[in-house]
């Protein structure tokens, strides 16, 4: 079968098929977005059963619903499940959008959208490799299922809980997850380690109205003066988490790990130039590589308090707010993590200053064997379609749900990424390099049949 | 004359024709209400008009205009320069309003409102009262001119060339201002002290493009992370201002300044309670009228930078932002205070950030000897309508053009406050006491009636 014509002769329409489910807003943080989200599990559903997928159904949950959809016909070999989330990441600030978030537009190669990467590219390009390979041999190397969630950008709070009440359904011998990245173009990657996650919210609140700082300037407590003391005080100069007790549970960099990840010749330089940075910024004694990789970190994601217009307001503000989210490693406890940096903040409020800490996602870091056979199998995928072979890598990111798929299903996970580090995930102009969308699914049709 | 027959007769009216003018939302911060500014000044002029001033005029500068009149038929006697503004403040957080800002409102005997009392509502007074004696009494006791501005909120920019190049035509014996506060209700005060002002605008920028918090937390620098740093290093833990030289040129408070101030029995306690804090908060060793009297201060107005809205986003955002400004006493220099603090931002950047400070606002303080009669009379004037003398005070906030005022027309300025410190300047629910402006309205024609 060549597949590489197969699929270059359907390109149009399969772009056509994933700009549809682009152009649906599925925000799974924004409650005015609800029946967006819905709507785009509809729109999977349908495309899983145009591919040929059976007992195809969109169900419910506590939030947004999972897509379930599966082809058994393949007795005596391996059951696989891919697991994927139509959901998407907000768009602000959505000023800095060079094209409209939900209006897929393709430039240089790339396709701009939200979600266009992170996943509903990636995820999409599994539904189109199945559908091929039925199409051109109308029958599957494998069982397989799926199973694509609407959460995963708000961590998941209700597929664990999915999980557990249909294990037997979803019962298979290997989760093949593509929402993570390659190393840079044309080196690919398998992820076999994610950080987990952990955010909250703080808000610090002085007076019960806003006050002017003429006649009180200098009198009063001022919200942001708290908060701006409050939150430099969670980093010291050189970039470490000054929160007492927050590297507890971190693995020591060995000698042997820091040689793998020398392996990977990352180019900082680039990197940097790429960024338009001066320099690179992080803890002390650690690559970039390093640090984003099996270092955990806290990270200011939002910040805001008082006025924001143009020109001057002389307002002392009466409340100020802060988001904050860490991604966490080794065997750090998110639920000890958010409670000793609530403690921190907690010791450190200045008179006259009331906080207000809302903890609200945890997830713990994941981390799989890469000499498993079926990790190893996909590296060799990646090789056939690439021409490199995949390196093992540990991405900096969180998806919250792998621990749990891998321990629910007693099954390995395997993360096939194909996105590029420098995609704007989760940020304005957020793309899908269109090479690795065709090299993609070549690789997923390979990696299915060598099963 | 019974004066005050005479407000109480045409009370409805005058509070309906405020009310028009407060419709007007002239925000003089804001570029989009430009319209509307103009619409105010020439409402202003109207007003005088139809209150008798002759050679009314609204006389463009580059900024908003600037609106004249006169009456100048008693030979004699001194002239009186009212000085005023129609410009107001922004109206947000607008959604903390109880009503409309801009929709005059009058609950328990107080009319809300921005402008109420800042300073629409307070310039006007000096309208109706001048049309009161004029249709009482066919004539005024003394010689009056109005110079009323729309850049009062923003620091006055073009109204020192208007001075200098209309100094002929604003000559004046003493120059009345009403846009200061009574100590509280019943307790008139005559302001002596004005704080001056400096603002600066700063921004923190980091990478090229906002960046995902699992890809490269830890790793790259945070706009938020360099910003608070910053921010927080502004003051040491009791509230002082911790950059370098600040405190240049600010007079020692001395015994007896000190005694002035405790005759003024200010009930710290109850306003702790009106403002629902815990305690109040600033620096050591120092009440808080002396604080926010004659001690200079520096505060954060606003602060923003990443992610806003509802739930999580994993952002590092690319650059963050703040609003500062400072008030200042003595001889502070507001461009020495400017580079100083720029010079203390400059020094503390973390690596991987740029600063960008942009400087905005300067205004020197302002006093005036309080054994002056002009004063002295103002204060009888309050005594007669508030059965008790005025006490002379120093305000916190600026009112950057009174020391050009006073400069450029050699003639001593009388500061008589109608406003209350609670009445919400400059925040949500401005509002104006009724009572003040029945008050306002005798002890100006007292006051002009004693000259």
Same mark, same amino acid.
């Given at each position: 079968?060549?597949?590489?014509?197969?699929?270059?002769k359907n390109r149009?329409?399969h772009?056509?098929e994933l700009g #549809?489910?682009?152009?649906? =807003?599925s925000?799974?943080?924004?409650? +005015?977005?609800?029946? *967006?989200v819905?709507n %785009?599990?509809?729109?999977v559903?349908?495309?899983?059963?145009?591919a040929?997928?059976?007992?195809v159904?969109?169900?419910p949950?506590?939030?947004?619903?999972?897509?379930y959809g599966?082809?058994l016909?393949a007795?005596g070999?391996?059951?696989?499940?891919?697991?994927?989330?139509?959901d998407?990441?907000p768009?602000?600030?959505v000023?800095?959008w060079?094209?409209?978030?939900f209006?897929?537009t393709?430039?240089?190669?790339?396709?701009?959208?939200?979600?266009?990467?992170?996943?509903k590219?990636q995820m999409f390009?599994?539904?189109?490799?199945?559908?091929?390979?039925?199409?051109?041999?109308?029958?599957?190397?494998?069982n397989?299922k799926?199973?694509i969630?609407?959460? #995963?950008e708000i961590?998941? =709070?209700?597929l664990?809980s999915?999980l +557990?009440?249909?294990? *037997?359904?979803l019962? %298979?011998d290997?989760v093949?997850i593509s929402?993570t990245q390659?190393?840079?173009?044309?080196k690919?990657?398998?992820?076999v380690g994610?950080?987990g996650?952990?955010s909250?919210?703080v808000?610090?609140?002085?007076?019960?109205?806003?006050?002017?700082?003429?006649?009180?300037?200098g009198?009063?407590?001022?919200?942001?003066?708290a908060?701006?003391?409050l939150?430099?005080?969670?980093h010291?100069d050189?970039?470490?988490?000054?929160v007492e007790g927050?590297?507890k549970?971190?693995p020591e960099l060995t000698a042997?790990?820091r040689k793998?990840f020398?392996k990977?010749?990352f180019?900082?330089e680039k990197l940097?130039?790429?960024?338009g940075?001066d320099?690179?910024f992080?803890? #002390?004694g650690?690559s970039?590589?390093?640090?984003?990789?099996?270092?955990?970190t806290?990270?200011l994601?939002?910040?805001?308090?008082g006025?924001?217009g143009?020109?001057?307001?002389?307002v002392i503000p009466?409340?100020?707010h802060a988001?904050?989210?860490?991604?966490?490693?080794g065997?750090?406890d998110p639920?000890?993590?958010?409670?000793?940096?609530?403690?921190?903040?907690?010791s450190?409020?200045?008179p006259g200053?009331k906080?207000d800490?809302?903890q609200?996602?945890?997830?713990?870091a994941?981390?799989?064997d890469?000499?498993?056979?079926?990790l190893q199998?996909?590296?060799?995928?990646?090789g056939?379609?690439y021409?490199?072979r995949a390196l093992?890598?540990?991405?900096?990111?969180?998806?919250?749900?792998?621990a749990t798929?891998?321990?629910?299903?007693?099954?390995?996970?395997?993360?096939?990424?194909?996105?590029?580090?420098?995609e704007n995930?989760h940020?304005?102009?957020e793309?899908?390099?269109l090479?690795?969308?065709?090299?993609g699914l070549?690789t997923i049709?390979?990696?299915?049949?060598?099963?």
């Amino acid at each position: 079968m060549d597949y590489q014509a197969y699929f270059q002769k359907n390109r149009d329409v399969h772009l056509q098929e994933l700009g #549809e489910l682009i152009r649906i =807003p599925s925000i799974s943080t924004s409650s +005015e977005h609800k029946g *967006d989200v819905l709507n %785009a599990a509809k729109w999977v559903a349908d495309s899983l059963r145009r591919a040929g997928m059976e007992n195809v159904e969109v169900y419910p949950t506590e939030g947004h619903p999972v897509v379930y959809g599966e082809h058994l016909h393949a007795p005596g070999k391996p059951t696989v499940l891919v697991y994927g989330h139509y959901d998407v990441q907000p768009v602000d600030p959505v000023e800095l959008w060079d094209t409209p978030p939900f209006e897929p537009t393709i430039r240089d190669g790339k396709l701009y959208a939200r979600g266009a990467t992170d996943d509903k590219g990636q995820m999409f390009m599994h539904v189109k490799a199945v559908e091929a390979i039925l199409s051109q041999e109308k029958e599957l190397p494998v069982n397989i299922k799926f199973c694509i969630e609407g959460e #995963e950008e708000i961590t998941s =709070p209700n597929l664990p809980s999915f999980l +557990e009440a249909n294990q *037997d359904k979803l019962a %298979a011998d290997v989760v093949l997850i593509s929402d993570t990245q390659l190393l840079e173009p044309g080196k690919p990657a398998i992820c076999v380690g994610l950080r987990g996650l952990c955010s909250l919210e703080v808000t610090v609140r002085t007076a019960n109205t806003d006050l002017h700082s003429g006649t009180f300037g200098g009198g009063v407590p001022n919200a942001l003066h708290a908060l701006v003391a409050l939150l430099s005080s969670l980093h010291d100069d050189q970039g470490r988490v000054a929160v007492e007790g927050f590297y507890k549970g971190v693995p020591e960099l060995t000698a042997d790990l820091r040689k793998e990840f020398d392996k990977l010749q990352f180019n900082e330089e680039k990197l940097r130039a790429d960024l338009g940075l001066d320099t690179l910024f992080g803890e #002390e004694g650690y690559s970039f590589i390093e640090r984003t990789g099996v270092r955990p970190t806290l990270e200011l994601n939002g910040v805001y308090g008082g006025f924001q217009g143009e020109g001057t307001k002389t307002v002392i503000p009466k409340e100020a707010h802060a988001k904050i989210t860490c991604r966490l490693v080794g065997d750090q406890d998110p639920q000890d993590i958010l409670d000793k940096i609530e403690a921190h903040l907690n010791s450190r409020v200045q008179p006259g200053a009331k906080l207000d800490v809302r903890q609200t996602e945890r997830a713990r870091a994941f981390t799989i064997d890469p000499s498993n056979p079926l990790l190893q199998k996909a590296a060799d995928a990646y090789g056939r379609v690439y021409g490199t072979r995949a390196l093992f890598t540990n991405d900096g990111g969180s998806i919250p749900i792998v621990a749990t798929l891998s321990r629910v299903l007693s099954a390995p996970v395997v993360m096939m990424g194909f996105g590029l580090p420098d995609e704007n995930l989760h940020a304005p102009n957020e793309h899908f390099n269109l090479e690795n969308f065709d090299k993609g699914l070549l690789t997923i049709v390979e990696y299915l049949k060598s099963l």
